[in-house]
């Protein structure tokens, strides 16, 4: 082993200090994924023509603030928290994700799902960046009475540390972002800052049918089930969910012919009408340069201290 | 599994949104002009798709598709995969904003290269398609757990371990990719073998309307 301070600890000290933290976490995301899928599913059949996205319908600054600025700032601005190295100044960041979420008044519910989203994957890095971080100059290892082989590496630690509070610092400004106007209203503000706008329309499209296919599916699934079908871990059971994709794949095919004769039939010419007229004031301009500098005195900050 | 914000360094999160939209710009050249709003539906049946869960032991996977979905949609699978990621980051919480062009990469390279190799010797007898569609399953998917770990690794000595086991663990994805893979294929070939042709792109060379 290279020079790195090692403490050693009694072998009991492992399940305390790893192995608990390590249950403690994985059965508080169980938890809390249950409580959030009963508190988000109320009732089926949601009305398909309003999309969910928008039930924002409040006054905070981020459903005033202009689409086209709030796209640009929220980007940049996390592609600059993916940029920091610093534990310090990623928590500085998710202190601010933290202060948009309240301004924007966002869904407690909707906030939680996201992150149980993301909690999977990054509790990888927290569990397993210990155990592999390779051991530099410097790093402080702590060993599990004679386990050499298992050292904990404190850098590590620190890294997946680092790496979970970026995630949930970005993660926590998706709602501000979407959220805070309607789904229409942002794609239109994609398009005038140059996305080509048949992404746009493609999107909506899916996003529509996304939902009518999603209640055929669970249709089709409720009809295997009376017929008797139970998913278990065999070769039938792969079987059965293929004849069902193909089923489903088969009858969307045939429904693509039937929405583009529809949508012709209305008049479409490969444009949708413009949801809202977007006009750009100073208030605006002044808050997205404003918290784009204070990405970049974090980002500033963040090497400073890393020089340091 | 999809790559979240805040992992990969910056170069590799603005590099893979660069290449993802060019991927994407060139998907949308190879895509029939009037079928894009066709393909934008098809999307959301193969987005509904990947919401299918089966069982695997004590535990469930989800299933990625990007072999299937190269196979069924050849050039205008990347557009769809980019679509249904973006769609998956406003309605279902799941992947990031950050990572989109990473994770666009991660699964549309695969399916695209799947789609060309379903396509290129796909042949015309139900058997055959369905063991290509299993292999394009399978390989689908054995090549998005490689792009993951080579994106992971990116991050340097420190990343190497999370890559290693993030490739492991999906050994038993690739294997139930690659059985349903077969099984749908097969099930296309005997009910709808015209699905098995790319309906929405144009050939090659041909010119640009």
Sequence with gaps: MVDADIIGLPLWYLPALVIVPMIVLVAAIKRLSRFAHTRSTPGEAPDWSVPPVDTAAGSTLFHRWDVRCKLITILVYSFMITALTQVTMALAALGLSCLALVAARASPTRVLLRLLAIAGFVSMFLVIMPFTAPVRVGDTVIVFGRLDWLGFNLRGLVLAVTITIKAVAITLLMEPLLATAPLPVTLHGLAKLGVPEMIGQMLLLSYRYLHVFRHEARRMAAGMQVRGFRKRTDLATLKAVANFLGMLFVRSFERTERVFDAMRARGYRGRFPEPVELRLKRRDVILAGGWLVLGIALIFLDRLAWQG | ?209
């Design chain 2, 1 to 209: 599994m999809h790559i979240s914000d805040g992992v990969l360094p910056i170069s590799v999160t603005i590099g893979g949104y660069a290449a993802s939209s060019a991927l994407a710009a060139w998907s949308v050249r190879r895509t029939e002009a009037e079928a894009l709003p066709k393909l934008a539906v098809m999307t959301a049946a193969f987005f509904v798709a990947s919401l299918v869960h089966v069982p695997f032991g004590p535990t469930s996977v989800h299933l990625l598709l990007a072999g299937l979905t190269g196979a069924l949609l050849g050039a205008s699978a990347f557009l769809a995969i980019g679509l249904g990621l973006i769609l998956q980051s406003l309605l279902f919480q799941f992947g990031g904003l950050t990572a989109l062009g990473a994770n666009a990469l991660m699964m549309g390279l695969p399916a695209l290269a799947c789609g060309w190799l379903f396509q290129t010797f796909k042949g015309a007898a139900p058997t055959r398609q369905a063991v290509l569609g299993g292999v394009a399953g399978a390989a689908g998917s054995t090549l998005s757990a490689i792009a993951l770990a080579a994106l992971l690794a990116t991050g340097g000595e420190d990343f190497f371990g999370v890559a290693k086991i993030a490739l492991a663990a999906h050994v038993p994805v690739i294997l139930i990719e690659g059985a349903v893979g077969a099984f749908t294929v097969g099930f296309l070939a005997r009910v709808k073998p015209e699905l098995l042709k790319p309906a929405f792109t144009r050939r090659a060379g041909a010119p640009h309307g």
